[in-house]
Nanobody, 116 residues
Framework: QVLLVESGGGLVQPGGSLRLSCAAP????????MGWYRQAPEKQRELVAD???????NYADSVSGRFTISRDNAKNTVTLQMNSLKPDDTAVYYC??????????WGQGTQVTVSS
């Protein structure tokens, strides 16, 4: 069973920063596109950012310029640095791994709450 383990969520004030990390020890990490999705209450899950095996990035318009995704293939980890956080960023954030549209895994989610 493949496990993606997220960490780093929590409560932060508007304008603050958080750093989410995801460890993926059970896959050939360097071959996967790694990403972060989020789901707010009563909303659909949406892509926040992803990073392909060759280093191409994709960001949702709502986070572009504020969030940065990065990966460390030697440590099998992907990180999402979130700056200038807004209340609208409040959601459960999920780590995601996919390869060849056939091998796909999700983390259990970590709560991010932006509130004063």
């Amino acid at each position: 069973q493949v496990l993606l383990v997220e960490s780093g969520g929590g409560l932060v004030q508007p304008g603050g920063s958080l750093r989410l990390s995801c460890a993926a020890p059970g896959i050939i990490f360097s071959t996967y596109t790694m990403g972060w999705y989020r789901q707010a209450p009563e909303k659909q899950r949406e892509l926040v950012a992803d990073l392909t095996s060759i280093g191409s990035t994709n960001y949702a318009d709502s986070v572009s310029g504020r969030f940065t995704i990065s990966r460390d293939n030697a440590k099998n980890t992907v990180t999402l640095q979130m700056n200038s956080l807004k209340p609208d960023d409040t959601a459960v954030y999920y780590c995601h791994a996919i390869r060849n549209r056939a091998y796909e895994y999700w983390g259990q989610g970590t709560q991010v709450t932006v509130s004063s």
